[in-house]
């Protein structure tokens, strides 16, 4: 009976503790990755509220060089951007990819391509569709230090920096958040909160 006691209930105690333990993990499971557990390819439902995830909109490599030529030919690029493209021989250094999103609700990714000096100073943003032919143009804003983001509902949610009465030139600790939406024909805007 002593070796019993010894032997099989520490060996009971851990099962209980290990249910009991389990009991209270998040229900995600144990995760294999590697080649054997493919990722999921459809979105995985919300146990909690029977809705499904907002499926995420695919990452795109839209090639800069291109983007930069697309731009330079459109007639209603602002002077100071088509200054900056002009002299720009290194993209990398005027152009750089942001996020990857879908606010025209076309089942095609679109990317947010951000125009900056050689400090890295953002000074605009544009919208640019994904196309089998090449970049296009969909959408541009002059904002500074933007963070650019899609909403749950679909919408271009832009963040930047403003300046208030008291700042000093270098530091502006003011925001503001426009909200834009497409309309089916354009860009237009649905909200702006300055903070």
């Known amino acids: 009976m002593g070796l019993w006691r010894r032997t099989v209930l520490p060996?009971?105690?851990a099962v209980v503790a290990t249910a009991a333990l389990s009991a209270c993990a998040n229900g995600g499971g144990l995760r294999v990755e590697g080649p054997?557990?493919?990722?999921p390819s459809s979105p995985t439902p919300s146990v909690a509220f029977g809705t499904t995830q907002p499926a995420?909109?695919?990452?795109?490599a839209v090639d800069l060089t291109k983007v930069r030529v697309r731009l330079l030919a459109d007639?209603?690029?602002?002077?100071y951007a088509r200054t900056v493209l002009s002299n720009?021989?290194?993209?990398?250094?005027?152009l750089s990819r942001?996020?990857?999103?879908?606010?025209?609700?076309?089942?095609?990714?679109?990317?947010i391509v951000l125009i900056h000096t050689l400090e890295k100073f953002v000074f605009g943003i544009f919208l640019i569709a994904i196309e089998?032919?090449?970049p296009r143009p969909i959408w541009n804003l002059n904002v500074e230090q933007p963070t650019v983001n899609a909403s749950p509902e679909g919408d271009l949610v832009v963040e930047s920096k403003i300046f208030t009465i008291n700042d000093p030139v270098c530091c502006p600790s003011g925001r503001r958040v426009e909200v834009y939406r497409w309309n089916g024909r354009q860009m237009i805007k649905v909200s702006s909160t300055d903070q």
């Open 56 to 60: 995420k909109t695919p990452e795109v």
């Open 88 to 94: 720009c021989t290194v993209i990398s250094r005027c």
């Open 132 to 134: 089998p032919s090449g």
């Open 98 to 111: 942001g996020t990857t999103v879908d606010v025209l609700h076309s089942g095609r990714p679109q990317q």
């Open 75 to 79: 007639r209603h690029l602002s002077s």
């Open 36 to 39: 054997e557990s493919p990722p």
């Open 11 to 13: 060996a009971v105690a």
